[in-house]
T-cell receptor, first 112, second 114 residues
Framework: DSGVTQTPKHLITATGQRVTLRCSPRSGDLSVYWYQQSLDQGLQFLIQYYNGEERAKGNILERFSAQQFPDLHSELNLSSLELGDSALYFC???????????FGSGTRLTVV | GQQVMQIPQYQHVQEGEDFTTYCNSSTTLSNIQWYKQRPGGHPVFLIQLVKSGEVKKQKRLTFQFGEAKKNSSLHITATQTTDVGTYFCAGQPYGSSNTGKLIFGQGTTLQVKP
């Protein structure tokens, strides 16, 4: 157990639907990062939150949004899902904005 | 945009042989980190290099950061079957220390034949 908790582990949904992925960072970590991992594109940075505020944004689609709550857990919302959104979504956390990440075990999203 | 290229994409070695993966950034990096992802698992942090020309060792693993802080390598001596997995480098672009955002390379997948 890395200390970063992601739920659910697996999600199967239909095109056009909306899903929410949840992440609880390691205790004491203020930064939360979301990455998408697909076979052909490696780990793609989506978005970062630091202590409740958005700190950096990557190539995140407009259909995707995220937030970090006062207890520091974060949610990634994916809407109007397409087949191409099928991927492994990782959440990672770090104490501040430097140093190594601790990754969660990921949510495998399958859009059918 | 900022890119981190990693080669080779795949490497098959016989147990006991050495292995090296190389990482090259399009921009100067503040630091570079290395992660290992076992099949079916999540990336696990191995090490961070910060200084120009830095070399760090962890048992059979040797990590180097280039003088220009744009490239890095990971060398494994005498591979074992437990080394199987995908090794990622991840660079923090210079000037982005207020974000902590990392740009990941595509990874090198290592297979070790016993």
């Amino acid at each position: 157990d890395s200390g970063v908790t992601q739920t659910p582990k697996h999600l199967i949904t239909a095109t056009g639907q909306r899903v929410t992925l949840r992440c609880s960072p390691r205790s004491g970590d203020l930064s939360v990062y979301w990455y998408q991992q697909s076979l052909d594109q490696g780990l793609q940075f989506l978005i970062q939150y630091y202590n409740g505020e958005e700190r950096a944004k990557g190539n995140i689609l407009e259909r995707f949004s995220a937030q970090q709550f006062p207890d520091l857990h974060s949610e990634l919302n994916l809407s109007s899902l397409e087949l191409g959104d099928s991927a492994l979504y990782f959440c990672a956390s770090s104490p501040r904005t430097e140093g190594g990440y601790t990754f969660g075990s990921g949510t495998r999203l399958t859009v059918v | 945009g900022q890119q981190v290229m990693q080669i080779p994409q795949y490497q098959h070695v016989q147990e006991g042989e050495d292995f090296t993966t190389y990482c090259n950034s399009s921009t100067t990096l503040s630091n570079i980190q290395w992660y290992k992802q076992r099949p079916g698992g999540h990336p696990v942090f191995l090490i961070q290099l910060v200084k120009s020309g830095e070399v760090k060792k962890q048992k059979r693993l040797t990590f180097q950061f280039g003088e220009a802080k744009k490239n890095s390598s990971l060398h494994i001596t005498a591979t074992q079957t437990t080394d199987v997995g995908t090794y990622f480098c991840a660079g923090q672009p210079y000037g982005s220390s207020n974000t902590g955002k990392l740009i990941f390379g595509q990874g090198t997948t290592l297979q070790v034949k016993p």
